[in-house]
């Protein structure tokens, strides 16, 4: 049998919790699992996804991003 803990949650965060609930009857117990398996990723970033993130934080210290109405305009996006 798993043990069980009482903890301290202020009125304003159960009210969250609670518009979380897939049905009234719904635990808190399993609201509060399914937000901590959302917030967990297990899959590590691909070496692909690291360089990009490198190559765009470089280019955000250097300042050479291109404004996004810049590109809008050069591509004809309105």
């Given at each position: 049998?798993?043990?069980a803990?009482?903890?301290?949650?202020?009125?304003?965060?159960?009210t969250?919790?609670?518009?979380?609930?897939?049905h009234?009857k719904e635990?808190?117990n399993?609201v509060?699992e399914?937000?901590?398996?959302?917030?967990?990723?297990d899959?590590?970033?691909?070496?692909e996804?690291?360089?990009?993130?490198?190559?765009?934080l470089?280019e955000?210290?250097?300042?050479t991003l291109?404004p996004e109405?810049e590109?809008?305009k050069?591509?004809?996006?309105k």
């Amino acid at each position: 049998m798993q043990a069980a803990s009482s903890i301290y949650i202020r009125e304003d965060l159960k009210t969250q919790l609670n518009s979380l609930k897939h049905h009234p009857k719904e635990s808190y117990n399993d609201v509060i699992e399914r937000l901590v398996t959302l917030a967990i990723d297990d899959e590590p970033l691909s070496e692909e996804t690291l360089q990009g993130l490198e190559e765009s934080l470089k280019e955000v210290r250097e300042g050479t991003l291109i404004p996004e109405k810049e590109i809008m305009k050069k591509y004809g996006v309105k």
